[in-house]
């Protein structure tokens, strides 16, 4: 029993000395061991040298590991990750971004503040601050230079039936006019126009509808300034007229259908002709309205891809196309007289402004002939090769018949040609996108009055766009993009001071 007992202590002493010498990689490989248990304890306390009473101590502490790590997880968004000094100036600036950047209404922004921050802050305050924000901005925009303009866009909304004419750069989305009225007249057109060109408004030429007092309030105050048709609005009645007929051939065919079960159980009980008359009416009026609206639909693709495209036929040709669909159109009369005429008017009477800009644009590719010393066909060529996927058997042929006669001309004559494309603009469409934009904020303003327009123009005009197609315009802002210069966050132009996180945690 004495030799046993001493067998005992001396291998209790040689296991306590062994696991006192494992490294911590060594009792991390014997903790994974024992919760994964491919081997029995016994197994492993007699391959290692150590106790099994240790190996349980290694599990254990390997699973409180575990559990801690999952704890530590789960309480992961209670930590704090920074804190912020909230200031009244913050608390302004805080103000200003629901109501800009979210369309919050003002007693959004008293429950945001409650809620969020346990402070109270009042309808009135929250106006006091917008006002605030409102009398900057206005000197802000007092100030701005038009000088850059080359080309802009013009419209006329509506804010609860009052009128608010707007006036968007097409070439940088900057919103220089945006004033409500009372009236759309020419005097009123020529004093916004002649406030702007005391700004530096200096323009080749404009694009917009075909109103009449915009129009002449150009002429009056932009004299020998063109104004070219705006294409959307055209095309926009084009497809609306395609709609409505398209409604009613189907109505037609559903008529059609009635009529042929009438007769079907008229025969039946053979008295087929007495719905025979109208089931022959029915047929031919559906023909018609099948034939009309087929044929609407063709000339909308024409007007689409062939006449109004940007990249297309010369102008001789386009003007060609354009008569033949007036012509059509004006054919087509007899069928659906009302709805077809107001279309075909619009197109017979506007002809000159709709197809300004492919005039303008063919000037353009003359005199890059003329400068490249090539035939314009080779210059209409660079126009199509613009719009062709390259990848294509078409695509190929055509960039390699090019290069074989441009030679070493190619890249620059592409770029001249690429630069005449950008700079030619069919549609006032920019404003359509104002427009859009305007309305979530009209709804929700109804009390602060005309002045927060002038807001909305600062904030649309110095926020810098986070992305864009135009490479151009990606994180900056409309003003930037105008001027070539840049300047300060917009709440920084409004006097705050804009928190760095940095600055706090150095």
Request: net charge neutral.
């Amino acid at each position: 029993m004495a030799l046993l007992a001493c067998d005992g202590c001396e291998r209790l002493g040689v296991e306590q000395h062994n696991a006192k010498n494992l490294t911590g990689e060594e009792r991390e490989k014997l903790a994974l061991e024992m919760l994964k248990r491919d081997q029995t304890v016994v197994d492993l306390s007699n391959e290692n040298g150590v106790s099994r009473k240790f190996l349980y101590g290694q599990e254990s502490k390997a699973k409180q590991a575990v559990k801690e790590a999952f704890t530590a997880e789960a309480n992961k968004d209670s930590d704090v990750l920074f804190y912020l000094p909230v200031t009244r100036s913050w608390i302004a600036q805080f103000v200003l971004a629901l109501v800009l950047y979210c369309h919050s209404p003002f007693r959004g922004v008293v429950a945001v503040l409650k809620d969020l921050f346990d402070y109270d802050f009042s309808i009135t305050s929250v106006h006091r601050e917008v006002q605030q924000a409102i009398r900057k901005s206005q000197q802000i925009n007092a100030e701005e230079n038009l000088s850059n303009i080359r080309y802009f866009g013009h419209d006329e909304m509506f804010q609860h039936q009052l009128a608010v004419l707007a006036g968007v750069d097409l070439q940088s989305s900057y919103c220089f006019l945006l004033s409500p009225e009372q009236q759309r007249d020419a005097e009123t057109w020529a004093i916004r126009l002649l406030e702007a060109k005391d700004k530096g408004l200096n323009p080749e030429h404009s694009v917009a509808d075909f109103g009449k007092g915009l129009r002449a309030g150009q002429a009056i105050a932009l004299p020998g300034v063109p104004c070219f048709g705006d294409v959307f609005h055209v095309l926009q009645d084009l497809v609306t007229l395609a709609s409505r007929l398209e409604r009613k051939a189907y109505t037609g065919i559903s008529v059609e259908v009635e009529r042929e079960q009438e007769m079907e159980k008229a025969k039946q009980e053979n008295n087929g002709r007495s719905v025979s008359s109208k089931l022959g009416k029915a047929r031919k009026e559906a023909n018609e309205a099948i034939g009309v609206a087929d044929s609407v639909a063709i000339l909308l693709e024409w007007m689409q891809q062939d006449v109004l495209t940007l990249v297309g036929p010369d102008l001789d040709t386009r003007r060609e196309l354009y008569d033949f669909i007036v012509a059509e159109l004006l054919a087509l009369e007899c069928f659906s007289k009302q709805r077809i005429r107001k279309v075909r008017r619009l197109l017979e009477n506007q002809k000159d402004k709709i197809l300004a800009f492919a005039e303008r644009l063919d000037q353009q590719l003359r005199l890059l002939a003329a400068q490249f010393e090539i035939s314009p066909s080779a210059v209409q060529d660079m126009v199509k090769l613009q719009d062709t996927k390259r990848y294509t058997p078409v695509g190929q042929e055509l960039e390699r018949r090019l290069r074989r006669l441009l030679k070493h001309q190619f890249f620059a004559l592409e770029q001249a040609v690429q630069q005449a494309l950008s700079k030619t603009f069919r549609a006032s469409s920019l404003i359509e996108n104002l427009n859009g934009r305007l309305r979530s904020y009209f709804s929700l303003r109804r009390h602060i009055g005309a002045d927060y327009l002038d807001l909305l123009r600062f904030f649309f005009n110095h926020r810098r766009y986070m992305r864009s197609r135009c490479p151009e315009r990606v994180k900056k802002s409309p003003a930037e993009v105008m001027t070539e210069e840049p300047h300060p966050h917009w709440l920084e132009m409004l006097g705050f001071t804009l928190f760095k996180r940095s600055a706090v945690t150095a």
